[in-house]
């Protein structure tokens, strides 16, 4: 399943929470690049990541407890 995470809504995000949710959740994403889309996701651009079907809804519970704004692209 494909997500594009759309914004960080919390008051106060915590970069190395989101940093290790990407990296646990999205398919061939290591913890650099899961750090540099956490940076970009906090600036305000869109950040493409793809979830195994079998960790969606798990993966889908992470971003809502961490106030990610996503949308399901697949």
Known sequence: MKLHLLSCEAQRPDRR??????A???SHIDE????ELT???LEGDVVDIEVEDKNSGSAL???RK??????IVE
């Open 66 to 71: 961490l106030s990610i704004a996503y949308e």
């Open 32 to 35: 650099s690049l899961s750090n």
């Open 39 to 41: 940076d970009i996701l």
């Open 17 to 22: 929470a989101i940093a290790n949710c990407i």
């Open 61 to 63: 519970r992470a971003l």
């Open 24 to 26: 646990e959740i999205s």
